[in-house]
Structures are given as C-alpha cells and as structure tokens.
C-alpha cells in the first residue's frame, strides 16, 4: 500500500504517466491565438447586459457549452467540433476562472 503512494506521488512530481504533472503545466499557459478568437467571440455577445455569463459557476458554463455542443440548444456559434480542453477553457475564462 505505501508502495502505491510513492509511485503516486511520484508520477505527480514528474508528470509521469497519468497525466497529473502535465495537466496542471497546460493549465498555466497563456490562451492560444485561436483560444483567443474564441473568446473574442463569446464575450462579443456575453460580457455584458442580459446574456452576462461571468455571474456563472464554471461548472455551469462547461454544462451549458456541452449542451451547444451537442446541437441540444441552439447557438449562432457552431461549437460542434471544439474538444472538451477547449470547452473547459472556455469555461473557465468566461467565468473569470483565468
């Protein structure tokens, strides 16, 4: 069982393989151009007035952006091909998270 641990610990301290090192290193890095021009395009529409989303949790964000995603609700924007990191991303940037 310490054995366990140890391992854990360190595949965190070296970002071994289960991804834990790495994710946090990505996580720090300043948006891409075309995170960027996302954003842009988001906060064109909601960054001020009735449709604000920055008052949301980032969870709420991520579920309201999957539920575009998934062609469930209806946006002007097609979100259909974006990745889960780039919606994660985009949740935590509207929601003020970065």
Known sequence: ????????????????????????????????????KLLETCRGC????????????????????EVIRTGKKKHPTDMSKLTDAQLDEIAANLAGKK
């Open 46 to 65: 909601h960054k001020a007035g009735p449709l604000d989303l920055s008052a949301n949790s980032r969870s709420e964000l991520r579920a309201k952006l």
């Open 1 to 36: 069982m310490r054995l366990h641990y140890l391992l854990l610990l360190w595949s965190v301290l070296v970002g071994g393989c289960s991804g834990v090192g790495s994710s946090t290193a990505a996580a720090e890095q300043p948006p891409s151009e075309e995170m960027k």
